[in-house]
């Protein structure tokens, strides 16, 4: 079964620094896009970072500059280095895979089961 597995969430405080991991496992050979969304509460999901399989990035203009997207095409896993960290940043954050390129064939907008960020003092 291909699943995408998020880690890395918790509490830090305003100023502080968190990376997230995401993980794609199920004989993948490769990905399109894989991106970071959030939900903050009672808002809409929203995009704030993705990466190509070949490594183009792209941020939302909120955490352009604070925030780093990464991947290890190797392990399958992406990663969201967040630096200087701001209690807006503080949200559900989910991984998503626009395809996967599996043993069995393509899997389309693959979601995580989300990961909590909470930024407080």
């Known amino acids: 079964q291909v699943q995408l597995a998020e880690s890395g969430g918790g509490l830090v405080q305003p100023g502080g620094s968190l990376r997230l991991s995401c993980a794609a496992s199920?004989?993948?050979?490769?990905?399109?896009?894989m991106g970071w969304y959030r939900q903050r509460s009672g808002n809409e999901r929203e995009l704030v970072a993705s990466i190509t399989w070949g490594g183009t990035t792209n941020y939302a203009d909120s955490v352009r500059g604070r925030f780093s997207i990464s991947r290890d095409n190797a392990k399958m896993t992406v990663y969201l280095q967040m630096n200087s960290l701001k209690p807006e940043d503080a949200a559900v954050y989910y991984c998503?895979?626009?395809?996967?390129?599996?043993?069995?064939?393509?899997?389309?907008?693959?979601w995580g089961q989300g990961t909590q960020v909470t930024v407080s003092s």
């Open positions: 199920g004989s993948i050979f490769s990905f399109g896009v």
């Open positions: 998503n895979a626009d395809r996967l390129i599996t043993s069995r064939g393509i899997v389309f907008n693959l």
